[in-house]
């Protein structure tokens, strides 16, 4: 079955299990990001290592199978397309669309990090397989900048587009502790004549390795983590705005692991952002991990803690936000996935152990599928349901034990009048520290 105008009703319907395996990769994997509305692209493999694993960057498709009482989701997840990335292994992965997202005809730029290098891959419309005639993507190779320069072990880290000019910059974060800033238009080099880009900034942001970076909505500001530390960049200017202080609702013996922008503050002009901690010590009794939002106001140069909030005996692994902001994802090392409400990170899903062991890869589901329109008997147009529709939240999930699952929040089934109120002052709340949290 298709992603039909009925999918709604037929998802909430026949999702039984708020997690399920939906599919597998026959390579290692680290990453997983979306490509579109139906598609996934998982990459990784056995790196440099002559062990005959190949290094690959598949893409899956999603699909719903026909009704099967038994199964937990009748969703799927099916590698259609998949192409060799050389000696590398791909550790670290982001996906840009270049185009507006109702555009049926999208573009994607997949920067991959391959060791000291980031690689770049664009499409270049759609394939069709040869034996049931399945969409994958025409991938081709645009690029490659090195991004780390350290002595002894020069590694690419973590890497990310901004959001606000569809993939025009590109950051990166490494081993020897710089985060460098560029221009993704200079990446496509025509001949071996032509330049090589150069950064627009490069700072030396920690003292090792840089550990995760995220674009605020704006793209105006970057954010930083390494070494238990996060700093507040310029993307304009390159100089640092803020430290991120530790929270005082945190005891010592905690340090940042990682950081993604939501879009809350975008109404008051705030940059608000998720922060995840876990415990330094690894014995059982003091593992546990914090959620934290942070609300920066760039005119007042002032950060502060909106919720701080203990969610899990676990350590994070992974971490991912929705496009609303609304909900928040983490995968943890004992391979559990948690869904909460990113106004109070109230918990609405977890799975322990739903994988067989560490999460390295979460992404939140699309509702709509705005790259698929169709019209009405009227002529107008018709956006259809995404993999979402029909539940507060859906996201999949990418293990190192090979599995790729998807996790659904459901609607609850009736909302009283009280648990509305509850909600509402919940928001009421949020939004009131939000506005004048920096009066």
Same mark, same amino acid.
């Given at each position: 079955?298709?992603?039909?105008?009925?999918?709604?009703?037929?998802?909430?319907?026949?999702?039984?299990?708020?997690?399920?395996?939906?599919?597998?990769?026959?390579?290692?994997?680290?990453?997983?990001?979306?490509?579109?509305?139906?598609?996934?692209?998982?990459?990784?493999?056995?790196?440099?290592?002559?062990?005959?694993?190949?290094?690959?960057?598949?893409?899956?498709?999603?699909?719903?199978?026909?009704?099967?009482? @038994?199964?937990?989701?009748?969703?799927?997840?099916?590698?259609?397309?998949?192409?060799?990335?050389?000696?590398?292994?791909?550790?670290?992965?982001?996906?840009?669309?270049?185009?507006?997202?109702?555009?049926?005809?999208?573009?994607?730029?997949?920067?991959?990090?391959?060791?000291?290098?980031?690689?770049?891959?664009?499409?270049?419309?759609?394939?069709?397989?040869?034996?049931?005639?399945?969409?994958?993507?025409?991938?081709? %190779?645009?690029?490659?900048?090195?991004?780390?320069?350290?002595?002894?072990?020069?590694?690419?880290?973590?890497?990310?587009?901004?959001? %606000?000019?569809?993939?025009?910059?590109?950051?990166?974060?490494?081993?020897?502790?710089?985060?460098?800033?560029?221009?993704?238009?200079?990446?496509?080099?025509?001949?071996?004549?032509?330049?090589?880009?150069?950064?627009?900034?490069?700072?030396?942001?920690?003292?090792?390795?840089?550990?995760?970076?995220?674009?605020?909505?704006?793209?105006?500001?970057?954010?930083?983590?390494?070494?238990?530390?996060?700093?507040?960049?310029?993307?304009?200017?390159?100089?640092?705005?803020?430290?991120v202080p530790f929270p005082i609702e945190i005891a010592r013996g905690f340090k940042m692991r990682s950081v993604r922008c939501?879009?809350?503050?975008?109404?008051?002009?705030?940059?608000?952002?998720?922060?995840?901690?876990?415990?330094?010590?690894?014995?059982?009794?003091?593992?546990?991990?914090?959620?934290?939002?942070?609300?920066?106001?760039?005119?007042?140069?002032?950060?502060?803690?909106?919720?701080?909030?203990?969610?899990?005996?676990?350590?994070?692994?992974?971490?991912?936000?929705?496009?609303?902001?609304?909900?928040?994802?983490?995968?943890?090392?004992?391979?559990?996935?948690?869904?909460?409400?990113?106004?109070?990170?109230?918990?609405?899903?977890? @799975?322990?152990?739903?994988?067989?062991?560490?999460?390295?890869?979460?992404?939140?589901?699309?509702?709509?599928?705005?790259?698929?329109?169709?019209?009405?008997?009227?002529?107008?147009?018709?956006?259809?349901?995404?993999?979402?529709?029909?539940?507060?939240?859906?996201?999949?999930?990418?293990?190192?034990?090979?599995?790729? %699952?998807?996790?659904?929040? %459901?609607?609850?089934?009736?909302?009283?009048?009280?648990?509305?109120?509850?909600?509402?002052?919940?928001f009421s709340l949020f939004i009131y520290l939000l506005f004048f949290l920096f009066a």
């Amino acid at each position: 079955m298709g992603l039909g105008t009925n999918l709604v009703d037929w998802v909430d319907k026949h999702r039984k299990k708020p997690s399920a395996v939906i599919g597998n990769i026959d390579i290692p994997a680290y990453c997983l990001k979306k490509i579109g509305s139906r598609h996934l692209v998982l990459a990784g493999g056995g790196g440099s290592s002559k062990t005959g694993v190949a290094n690959e960057i598949q893409t899956h498709l999603l699909s719903f199978e026909k009704e099967n009482s @038994a199964a937990p989701s009748t969703m799927r997840a099916e590698c259609v397309d998949k192409f060799d990335t050389g000696p590398f292994a791909t550790m670290n992965m982001d996906v840009a669309c270049l185009t507006e997202k109702s555009d049926r005809w999208q573009i994607f730029l997949i920067a991959a990090g391959h060791e000291q290098f980031c690689d770049f891959y664009i499409t270049q419309g759609f394939k069709l397989t040869e034996e049931d005639r399945k969409i994958g993507f025409n991938f081709k %190779q645009i690029g490659r900048v090195r991004t780390d320069h350290h002595t002894k072990m020069s590694y690419q880290k973590c890497v990310k587009f901004d959001r %606000q000019y569809r993939g025009q910059m590109v950051a990166t974060g490494g081993a020897d502790g710089h985060v460098r800033i560029w221009d993704a238009r200079t990446i496509n080099r025509k001949s071996e004549k032509d330049p090589e880009p150069k950064p627009l900034h490069d700072v030396a942001a920690h003292e090792s390795d840089v550990d995760d970076i995220d674009f605020s909505y704006d793209s105006k500001i970057l954010i930083s983590v390494g070494n238990g530390k996060a700093f507040l960049w310029s993307t304009q200017t390159g100089e640092m705005l803020i430290d991120v202080p530790f929270p005082i609702e945190i005891a010592r013996g905690f340090k940042m692991r990682s950081v993604r922008c939501t879009n809350l503050g975008a109404a008051s002009s705030n940059t608000v952002f998720v922060a995840a901690y876990n415990s330094i010590s690894r014995a059982s009794k003091d593992i546990a991990c914090y959620l934290a939002l942070w609300a920066f106001n760039s005119e007042k140069k002032l950060l502060r803690p909106v919720i701080v909030k203990k969610v899990a005996t676990e350590a994070i692994s992974a971490l991912s936000v929705t496009d609303c902001g609304n909900f928040t994802a983490i995968g943890t090392m004992s391979g559990g996935v948690g869904v909460y409400d990113t106004h109070d990170f109230r918990q609405l899903l977890f @799975a322990p152990e739903t994988h067989g062991i560490f999460v390295t890869s979460i992404e939140f589901l699309d509702k709509t599928a705005s790259d698929v329109v169709l019209k009405d008997e009227r002529g107008k147009d018709v956006i259809e349901p995404g993999p979402a529709a029909g539940s507060q939240a859906s996201l999949v999930s990418l293990s190192a034990d090979n599995s790729v %699952q998807v996790h659904t929040v %459901q609607y609850p089934q009736k909302s009283s009048i009280s648990g509305f109120l509850l909600k509402l002052s919940i928001f009421s709340l949020f939004i009131y520290l939000l506005f004048f949290l920096f009066a």
